[in-house]
Nanobody, 121 residues
Framework: QVQLVESGGGLVRPGGSLRLSCAAS????????MGWYREAPGKLRELVAS???????NFADSVRDRFTISSDNAKNTVYLQMNSLKPEDTAVYYC???????????????WGKGTLVTVSS
């Protein structure tokens, strides 16, 4: 099994910044991709940003010019730097990872428990 532990959420004023971190641990042979999703009240969970082991990134249009994603492969950790935050960024942010546990095993997607980001004055 693999555990994903998120940190860095909290309350921030509009225009402010936050940095989320997600560390993966457990039975890990290889991580193919990690990413962040968010779920706002009354809305479906949506992709915010993702990064592959080859450092290919993908962003939601709503955050492309404000958020950056990076990873530390040695630490199995992914970061989401969020700048110029808006009230509509308020949501629970979930970490996701596509992990192969053994050299011949399947790639399995795991989820963290989520961290709340609230953007409000």
């Amino acid at each position: 099994q693999v555990q994903l532990v998120e940190s860095g959420g909290g309350l921030v004023r509009p225009g402010g910044s936050l940095r989320l971190s997600c560390a993966a641990s457990g039975r890990i042979f290889s991580i193919y991709a990690m990413g962040w999703y968010r779920e706002a009240p009354g809305k479906l969970r949506e992709l915010v940003a993702s990064i592959t082991s080859a450092d290919s990134t993908n962003f939601a249009d709503s955050v492309r010019d404000r958020f950056t994603i990076s990873s530390d492969n040695a630490k199995n950790t992914v970061y989401l730097q969020m700048n110029s935050l808006k009230p509509e960024d308020t949501a629970v942010y979930y970490c996701n990872a596509a992990v192969q546990g053994t050299p011949v095993g399947p790639v399995v997607r795991y989820w963290g428990k989520g961290t709340l980001v609230t953007v409000s004055s």
